[in-house]
């Protein structure tokens, strides 16, 4: 199965809000609630930001959002700061009852 | 304190075997599926296998079926993937995760080659 399709940049400035795009197929997106985010900076290990499409984990900021329309998840960063410059990726159940992750997107921060 | 911690990375030959092991505190181990994800140096993140909380339902990634074994043991709190016809695609940095606690181990290396 491919893997979900995500921008492989995006740019922001310090203060902006940025939205990363996440697109699939009816088999995994368009009918998963359990769509995910991960935030990677270099070096270090994926770390949850959000889950089940809105959710955030406990100690996330606020300033992650999760939405999802049909086959496509969005993950939007408001006031964009310095320490979000990262990989990002998100994964989805699919109907063969497995995961898939996208293909990452790297967020730099003007 | 979610604690994931994986052991058993090496290198091995094109063809070898590998068993990968990752222990689990800080929640109850039992009461969660538990998944492999992998990461080739420099690329992205790739989902490898899911096992049932009490490991009665294995899934794997068609890249791994076949070669690879997920298995678990409760009492001892520890996830374990077995690998066998081991490729050099398969070189990379495997993680344990638990989906639903939220948790990454902080991954174990598994190069591949001759």
């Known amino acids: 199965q491919s893997a979900l399709t995500q921008p492989a940049s995006v740019s922001g400035s310090p203060g902006q809000s940025i939205t990363i795009s996440c697109t699939g197929t009816s088999s995994d997106l368009g009918s998963s609630k359990y769509v995910s985010w991960y935030q990677q900076h270099p070096g270090r290990v994926p770390k949850f930001i959000i889950s089940?499409?809105?959710n955030r984990p406990s100690g996330v900021s606020d300033r992650f959002s999760g939405s999802k329309s049909g086959y496509t998840a969005s993950l939007t960063i408001s006031g964009l700061q310095a320490e979000d410059e990262a990989d990002y990726y998100c994964s989805s159940y699919t109907t063969s009852g497995t995961w898939i992750f996208g293909g990452g997107t790297k967020l730099t921060v003007l | 304190e979610v604690r994931l911690v994986e052991s058993g990375g090496d290198l091995v030959q094109p063809g070898g075997s590998l068993r990968l092991s990752c222990v689990a505190s800080?929640?109850?181990?039992?009461?969660?599926?538990m998944h492999w994800v992998r990461q080739a140096p420099g690329k992205g993140l790739e989902w490898v296998s899911r096992?049932?909380?009490?490991?009665?339902?294995?899934g794997y990634a068609d890249s791994v079926k076949g070669r690879f074994t997920t298995s678990r043991d409760n009492a001892k709190n520890t996830l374990y993937l077995q690998m066998n016809s081991l490729r050099v695609e398969d070189t990379a940095v495997y993680y344990c995760?638990?989906?639903?606690?939220?948790?990454w181990g902080q991954g174990t290396l598994v190069t591949v080659s001759s």
């Open positions: 800080g929640f109850t181990f039992s009461s969660y599926w």
């Open positions: 096992i049932h909380n009490e490991g009665s339902t294995i």
């Open positions: 995760a638990g989906f639903s606690v939220f948790a």
């Open positions: 089940e499409v809105t």
